[in-house]
């Protein structure tokens, strides 16, 4: 999905769904093989239909766009979500990991070397 000629549609469908279903995305990192998002659902009730056409019209036009055969599965797992509580702590802890996620997808860190953003602070601050 970090294909350049799928990443636009990717972010695209992201876009669409998500203002289609009043879903807020705070933190958004494509990762190429899945996805990391920090959303807030407007309510609770749109979240299965949201998820739901996000992931089927990504699959299915990424599927269009690489020439995936029909029978190859595009996701290997279901979404994996979590409910994150609190807008402090909770909420910036999940920021920093989407973002080095992004920072890892784009090749400039290895996850081996930096954990945390505390890490990433670290050797940055290093020269490093």
């Known amino acids: 999905m970090r294909l350049p000629k799928t990443v636009g549609i990717v972010s695209e469908i992201l876009k669409e769904a998500s203002r289609k279903y009043g879903v807020t995305v705070y933190r958004f990192a494509n990762v190429g093989n899945h996805l990391h998002l920090l959303i807030k659902v407007s309510r609770i009730q749109m979240w299965a239909p ?15 766009v690489i020439g995936l055969a029909a029978e190859e599965r595009f996701w290997l797992f279901r ?7 609190g807008w402090q702590k909770a909420f910036k802890s999940v920021c920093d990991y989407v973002y080095l996620n992004r920072l ?25």
């Open 79 to 85: 979404p994996f979500t979590r409910i994150v509580r």
């Open 50 to 64: 949201y998820i739901r056409e996000l992931c089927g019209r990504i699959a299915q036009q990424v599927r269009a």
């Open 104 to 128: 890892e997808a784009e090749g400039f860190i290895s996850r081996k070397e930096t954990r945390t953003l505390k890490d990433l602070r670290a050797i940055w601050s290093d020269g490093g």
